[in-house]
């Protein structure tokens, strides 16, 4: 999920600096150089932090931005801004990163017809009792709302497919969806 610019909260004075320190940079200036990496790397953590699902990336990602920013300083114009110049960078860093991690993870899925994978957690006794929990609790619902549940929740469609596929509206599918996830949470602890 991208940010927008205006969502940061970077005083404009801020990047006027920035603009400075990056033009100072360019020339050779050690010092300019120096804190202009320091307070991007400040402003690059606290701008994707909250766009995230796993906090322990803030810190790859950071790196990779001022990985990018020292080589590409170069090709940063000084009479444009400099804070959209770094934000493009942040935005494709973070993109590039999590395109790298999920398909990673696509790699890794496993197949039901792995016979590991079904001795260690499908045919595992010790889930047997939570893979039996689990089908009692979704017993307890209606049939209606089992089938709601399951193909929301399970199966994977979109309120609006199930809502055209059972005749109700979206907002009814995900009022009985929240209301089979609040029951199957009070069966299940």
């Known amino acids: 999920m991208a940010k927008k610019l205006s969502d940061t909260n970077v005083q404009p004075s801020a990047t006027k600096t920035w603009d400075a320190l990056a033009v100072a940079s360019q020339k050779g200036d050690k010092r300019s150089y120096a804190q202009l ?3 991007i790397a400040s402003y690059t ?29 170069n090709t940063y114009s000084g009479d444009r801004p400099f804070k959209p110049w770094l934000c493009a960078i942040i935005n494709f860093r973070r993109t590039d990163y999590l395109r790298k991690h999920y398909s990673r993870r696509e790699h890794q899925q496993v197949s039901t017809d792995n016979a590991d994978f079904l001795t260690q957690h499908v045919t595992n006794p010790a889930h047997m009792g939570e893979y039996k929990d689990i089908e009692t609790a979704l017993d307890s619902l209606s049939a209606k709302q089992r089938k709601v ?14 809502a055209n596929e059972l005749g109700m509206s979206v907002s009814a599918v995900k009022v009985s969806v929240h209301r089979s996830t609040s029951k199957l949470k009070d069966i299940l602890q």
């Not at 953590?45 to 931005?65: F, G, M």
């Open 37 to 39: 990496l320091q307070e």
């Open 45 to 73: 953590k606290n701008y994707i932090y909250r766009s995230l699902a796993n906090p322990e990336w803030v810190e790859d990602i950071t790196q990779d931005v001022l990985l990018s920013v020292h080589k590409s300083l």
């Open 149 to 162: 549940f399951e193909m929301l929740k399970i199966q994977g469609y979109s309120a609006k497919e199930v």
